[in-house]
Structure formats: C-alpha cells, structure tokens
T-cell receptor, first 112, second 112 residues
Framework: GAGVSQSPSNKVTEKGKDVELRCDPI?????LYWYRQRLGQGLEFLIY????????KSGLPSDRFSAERTGESVSTLTIQRTQQEDSAVYLC??????????FGSGTRLTVV | QKEVEQDPGPLSVPEGAIVSLNCTYS??????FMWYRQYSRKGPELLMYTYSSGNKEDGRFTAQVDKSSKYISLFIRDSQPSDSATYLC????????????FGQGTELSVKP
C-alpha cells in the first residue's frame, strides 16, 4: 500500500487478556519499528527489525511483550496478560534509510 | 535525566507569529536530527531531517543543529492555524540501526 497500515485502530480489552496488534509496512521497506506513546508523552522505542538480522528487542518493557516479523512484510506485536499500564497508542513505522521513517496511525489500546 | 529534553508546552501563538521549538540532548554521539509533526490521533510525520550541525530550510520551516551546545531548534515562520499540532524532536546514532530517541513533544496552538 501507499502507507503504513495498522490494525485494529482501537482495541479495548480486559485486564489479563492477550492482545495482538498488526502492522503492514510500506512495500520494500527493510526496517520496521514499534513504538509506544503514553498520553502526553513522547515515543518510547520497543523493538526494531532490519531485514533478516536478529531484532533489537532492547526496548520491550517486560517478557509479556513480544513481536514477530515475517521476512520484510507484516509484523505483529503481542502483549500477554495485559495490565492497565499497557494502555497507550502503539505506533509502527517502516523505513528504507536511516531516519526516513513513515509511521502508521497507531493502535489505541485501552485495558479496563 | 532523559537523553532528550523537550518542553511539553502547551505553546499558544497568534497566526503569523514566528514559532521557536527547542530540544536539548545529553549524548554527543547523536548524528542525525529530525523534527516530526503529529496531529491528534495520527502518527507522526517527518518534517525536517538534518545530519550533524548546521541549518536546513524548507519553505516556512528552518531546522538548526548546534552540536557544541547539544541543542536543536525548529523555527516556523508565518505560522498558520493548520500548524497546530504536537512537534516531536528525534535523534539517532547511525550504528543504532536507525532507532530514534524522541523528545516528549511540544503542543503548539496557532490562533486565527
């Protein structure tokens, strides 16, 4: 597609449930990133995929968070046993070169 | 201390004013500097991208980087109501694989 697509756009889940967030990057973009944005805050790095290299998982806040990417296409971010502090907007971005990110519109996650 | 500091505002200016947005950072190894604009409920979009020190101009927008002071700025001339958004600074080391470190964002409101 023309841009980065994320689904769902909104997700309300009960505390303790697992959720899966999806990101479709721009075709041909080798790098894919996940960020988290809490209300009124900047973007917090979660994980980075570059081609077939091992992902940089240094930003994942706990072992409840995991992400996968199939080749250079779709990525899913999974949060297990959700907690209220996981409520945030989860943003995905893809890029071909350093700094040239294109972001999706994000998934707004609310844990009740 | 955060790696990147940005005054969250909010900042309110009249239409036509010159706006100055700023970030300071602590790590002198940052080489690439960016400004993103984020409208409500949208993903950030890249406005300006600068490598190392110096100025870069694009229409009404000018980005400045002063690596000796660890200080970056974004100037908006002849501000318009459509410029009302949150502005995020971001920066990276090349060998971090393009992972961006973001400031908190400054909320700007341009009043007609």
């Amino acid at each position: 597609g023309a841009g980065v697509s994320q689904s769902p756009s909104n997700k309300v889940t009960e505390k303790g449930k697992d959720v899966e967030l999806r990101c479709d990057p721009i075709s041909g973009h080798t790098a894919l990133y996940w960020y988290r944005q809490r209300l009124g805050q900047g973007l917090e790095f979660l994980i980075y995929f570059q081609g077939n290299s091992a992902p940089d998982k240094s930003g994942l806040p706990s072992d409840r968070f995991s992400a996968e990417r199939t080749g250079e296409s779709v990525s899913t971010l999974t949060i297990q046993r959700t907690q209220q502090e996981d409520s945030a907007v989860y943003l995905c971005a893809s890029s071909l070169v350093v700094g040239g990110y294109t972001f999706g519109s994000g998934t707004r996650l609310t844990v009740v | 201390q955060k790696e990147v500091e940005q005054d969250p505002g909010p900042l309110s200016v009249p239409e036509g004013a010159i706006v100055s947005l700023n970030c300071t950072y602590s790590n002198s190894a940052f080489q690439y500097f960016m400004w993103y604009r984020q409208y409500s409920r949208k993903g950030p979009e890249l406005l300006m991208y600068t490598y190392s020190s110096g100025n870069k101009e694009d229409g009404r927008f000018t980005a400045q980087v002063d690596k000796s002071s660890k200080y970056i700025s974004l100037f908006i001339r002849d501000s318009q109501p459509s410029d009302s958004a949150t502005y995020l600074c971001a920066m990276t080391f090349y060998n971090q694989g393009g992972k961006l470190i973001f400031g908190q964002g400054t909320e700007l409101s341009v009043k007609p």
